[in-house]
């Protein structure tokens, strides 16, 4: 089960920290890849950073790069997306996603805007 939450408003060029708390796992936390997702209205969801279970290397979706970090505390089964200089272009809902090998999870969605 993976919960996210930390979403809400802010303004432009404002910060927001998600989390995603993350039970009942199958395997250990730690051997899950996670990612974050997001889908803005009308549009498809898309991508937006990734964590690896082995590594923790970390990739992003070019809009986001230089102004989102992933991270993840295996000690809580927490997954976090720092946002900064958020824009009206971020306005999505943001989901957090984990995999391991066939196995995916999806939470229900984290809502955040971005308006003055």
């Known amino acids: 089960q993976l919960q996210e939450s930390g979403g809400g408003w802010v303004q432009p060029g404002g910060s927001l920290r998600l989390s995603c708390t993350v039970s009942?796992?199958?395997?250990?936390?730690?051997?899950?890849?996670y990612n974050w997702y997001r889908q803005a209205p009308g549009k498809e969801r898309e991508i937006v950073a990734s964590?690896?279970?082995?590594?923790?290397?970390?990739n992003y979706t070019e809009s986001v790069k230089g102004r989102f970090t992933i991270s993840r505390d295996n000690t809580k089964n927490t997954v976090f997306l720092q946002m900064n200089s958020l824009s009206p272009e971020d306005t999505a809902v943001y989901y957090c996603?984990?995999?391991?090998?066939?196995?995916?999870?999806w939470g229900q969605g984290t809502q955040v805007t971005v308006s003055p």
């Open positions: 996603h984990n995999r391991w090998g066939p196995l995916t999870s």
């Open positions: 009942r796992l199958t395997f250990p936390f730690d051997q899950y890849n």
């Open positions: 964590i690896s279970s082995a590594s923790g290397a970390t």
